[in-house]
């Protein structure tokens, strides 16, 4: 009955920007944990933004610290990623996931490839 949908993937030149969106439904991200992980070829998959739950603060990996943004629209139930001076090294497949471990509910993936 849990549907996570992301959207915003597609092909950029190292520096420039993308902003990624999950829509939910059948689940309210405000009551869990929220997070984007990513997977790029012959590495393993790694989370890279995470809302630990409605009132705690938003963490980051170090490779997009600086650089990324997680943030949720409660009104509208979606969860974005905003992704700044990307880099041929941020090329992967990215997800959205949620639920009470972070990892309950997950989307179909939207390819971000960043060429140089």
């Known amino acids: 009955q849990v549907q996570l949908v992301e959207s915003g993937g597609g092909s950029v030149q190292a520096g420039g920007s993308l902003r990624l969106s999950c829509a939910a439904s059948?689940?309210?991200?405000?009551?869990?944990?929220s997070r984007w992980f990513r997977q790029a070829p012959g590495k393993e998959r790694e989370g890279v933004a995470t809302?630990?739950?409605?009132?705690?603060?938003?963490s980051y990996a170090d490779s997009v610290k600086g650089r990324f943004v997680i943030s949720l629209d409660n009104a509208k139930n979606t969860l974005f990623l905003q992704m700044n001076s990307l880099k041929p090294e941020d090329t992967a497949i990215y997800y959205c996931?949620?639920?009470?471990?972070?990892?309950?509910?997950w989307g179909q993936g939207t390819q971000v490839t960043v060429s140089s």
């Open positions: 996931a949620a639920g009470p471990q972070c990892s309950d509910y």
């Open positions: 059948g689940y309210r991200f405000r009551v869990g944990c």
């Open positions: 809302i630990p739950g409605e009132h705690w603060p938003p």
